[in-house]
């Protein structure tokens, strides 16, 4: 409005309304279930890093903010990003920060953040996500985490999830970014066929710890070296005679399929199917 008009407008209606004042997040403003205060650039970089995003991923940040990670990861990473946050005025700031780094709007290299509660939200289509949430949240947020698919990233500043150990622990100027591979599901018994050889094999699992045990005829032989990372399963053990057998395969639902190689340096195709 220009001073004349300002000043006609006084005269005529003894007032003039103030223009309304731009959002500006405050450190420490209370959000839904947190309070707000950003992860430091160089932490999001190390959490990116750590995921080893790349343009191929889905990015998803629960508890948006101001946008940060999920303009990182379209900017710097190429990603697709979205972010949810709960606030609507900080789900505008932060889609003016993206479209101020150039990176506003869906698809490869692109950040959006949406207005919403991360605990009524649908993210199973991630393939990475990020958090800086309070332990309790992180716990609430567990369950549906570990039911992604096996492989999902998931990187968290801060707060760890309590029993389920992090794959990976950095540290940056003394603050703290955990990382997880989602483990498949490998709990139970299995039939596991490697040519000639037929045996049943037991698993335990706490997350992606393993253990287990393999029949063979009367014998009950423990698994040597079982590693589960995603949905990559590695196992060995030693056959009646005494030979060793190492599996490396793949878990897809209730399949296993791979290779194995003995010591003598025969190889061959392996399948599993859970009981």
């Not at 990003?81 to 789900?91: F, R």
């Not at 299995?190 to 393999?214: C, H, M, N, Y």
């Not at 490396?248 to 399948?271: H, I, N, P, Q």
Request: hydrophobic content about 40%; glycine content about 10%.
């Amino acid at each position: 409005m220009t001073s004349f008009a300002r000043i006609a407008a006084i005269c005529l209606f003894g007032f003039v309304a103030p223009a309304a004042a731009q959002f500006q997040p405050q450190v420490g403003q209370s959000g839904k279930d947190v309070i707000w205060v950003p992860t430091p650039d160089d932490v999001v970089e190390r959490m990116l890093t750590m995921a080893q995003v790349t343009p191929n991923d889905s990015v998803w940040d629960l508890g948006a903010g101001d946008g940060k990670i999920a303009i990182m990861a379209a900017r710097k990473f190429g990603a697709r990003a979205t972010g949810i946050e709960y606030n609507p005025d900080m789900v505008k700031h932060a889609n003016d920060n993206a479209q101020k780094a150039g990176v506003a709007g869906s698809g490869q290299g692109k950040a959006v953040i949406r207005h919403g509660d991360i605990f009524a939200t649908d993210f199973s289509s991630a393939t990475v996500i990020t958090l800086y949430l309070l332990p309790a949240l992180n716990m609430k947020l567990r369950p549906q985490l570990l039911s992604m698919r096996p492989g999902t990233r998931v990187v968290s500043h801060s707060f760890s999830m309590e029993d389920w150990e992090a794959d990976e622990i950095s540290s940056v100027d003394g603050r703290r970014a955990y990382f997880w591979l989602v483990p498949a599901n490998v709990m139970g018994g299995w039939r596991l066929d490697a040519g000639p050889q037929k045996v049943d094999i037991s698993l335990e699992q706490t997350f992606q710890k393993i253990t287990g045990t393999v029949t063979l005829g009367p014998v009950h032989a423990g698994l040597r070296d079982a590693r589960l990372r995603g949905s990559h399963i590695t196992f060995a053990y030693l056959d009646q005679t005494g030979l060793r057998r190492d599996f490396s395969g793949r878990v897809t639902g209730g399949k296993m399929e791979g290779t194995f190689r003995d010591e003598k340096g025969a190889e061959g195709k392996w399948t599993a199917t859970k009981k």
